[in-house]
């Protein structure tokens, strides 16, 4: 199995990463890493700016990596053209390296990686988020990227999409799209009580968390109404600069809040231990009715309640452990109402129950199943224990 993965594998724990690792109980991957130029600044940033050339490395059994180079400014309409080429040139020879020939491609960045990959191959376009409706989020053109998306969709033979809302649209542009969630490692949030909590947080219960990008998709005054109700608000993530700067200072300096910036994902624990409930607080746009928010499956696997706003994914989870609230004050009292049964045995369970029904591992069999895959028996066994490198 080909994937070009819309993320770096040693980046954060996507949902393209998680999907793979659950993949490997089926077949052995080729995992292509987003390209980067050599003059990139994230090419310094992940300590490759001598990279002139592709790398590949095994890393692990069945797993090998390939980081392709791309042409400087390869972003720019005179040069955009050459990107996809020479990325489909850098992973034929990664594979005749390899001594083998993929059964399937996947791309999960809509880069136009589907079709040409000979007779028999199964080419599959994964549609993570809503990229077009996104675009602006991620400072790329629309137009560009729409274009990519058409192509992407024209040569795909299985399109997979995480929400219906996206499934829909992606239909109405004539693809044969089919549902396929975002799931939850389950495993990594069953011993958030026993973890150490952080020691950087005070705050007084209950305490509201969340946890992720903190961007234009939050709605930044659904949390200065659960601070304003009197509970502590905890943010964990990275703040893009450009959103709310000034209300998002203000909100920082509550006596009630603490923000403590991006994590390491082997420290999440420590900072779910704290959290009475967790709340997904996205604003009401096309990009987030799109959207499958991981987060929200995250806090039940944690075993905390969760209150999000009314989110076609949040609705199609069809659970009351979800709370679902979208004006200010509504979403305050929600948060409130279910922290009163935050720690209570009875629910907890039933949370972490409820998130085990979608699981990745769950959604990597439904994959399977898509593909067409037979279970390798040898690698069964040992997939409980496959983690990321």
Known sequence: MVIFGANPWDDVLMNDRLLAIELLRYCDILWVDPHLSVLSPRAKERGRLRSLWPETEKVQEGLTLLRPVALPAHSR?????????????????????????????????????TGGWGPG?????????????????????????LTDERE??????????VSEPLADRLRGLGGQARLLANGVAVEMY????????????????????????????????????????????????????RFEPARFARLAEHPRVQYVGLQPFAKLSSYLHHIDV????????????ASCPLKTLEYLAAGRPAVSTDLPAARWLGT??????????????????????????????????????????????????????VPAAHRS?????????
């Not at 990325?87 to 791309?107: C, E, F």
């Not at 992407?152 to 999409?161: M, Q, S």
């Not at 049964?341 to 439904?366: I, K």
């Open 381 to 389: 066994d040992e997939s409980e224990g496959v983690r990321p490198a």
């Open 190 to 241: 069953r011993d958030v009580d026993g973890a150490p909590p952080a020691p950087e947080v005070d705050l007084p219960h209950p305490i509201a968390g969340i946890i992720g990008y903190l961007s234009e998709r939050i709605d930044i005054a659904l949390l200065e109404a659960i601070v304003e109700a009197g509970m502590s608000l905890l943010m964990v993530g990275k703040h893009d600069p």
């Open 278 to 289: 967790g709340v997904t607080p996205y604003v009401d746009s096309e990009f987030n009715r």
């Open 77 to 113: 309409a005179g040069l955009r053209h050459t990107t996809a080429p020479l990325l489909r040139s850098q992973t034929r020879r990664a594979l005749l390296t390899m001594g083998r020939t993929p059964y399937a491609v996947i791309d999960a960045r809509f880069g136009r990686m």
């Open 121 to 145: 191959v199964l080419n599959v376009m994964y549609a993570m988020d809503d990229v077009v409706g996104g675009a602006y989020l991620m400072g790329r053109d629309v137009g560009a990227v």
């Open 320 to 373: 009351d452990l979800i709370r679902i609230a979208s004006e200010p004050a509504a979403f305050a009292a929600a948060v409130r109402d279910v922290s009163a049964e935050s720690r209570e045995p009875y629910y907890m369970a039933a949370r972490r129950a409820f998130a085990a029904n979608h699981s990745w591992r769950r959604r990597g069999d439904d994959l399977a199943e898509m593909l067409g895959l």
């Open 152 to 161: 992407t969709l024209a040569r795909a033979d299985l399109v997979l999409a």
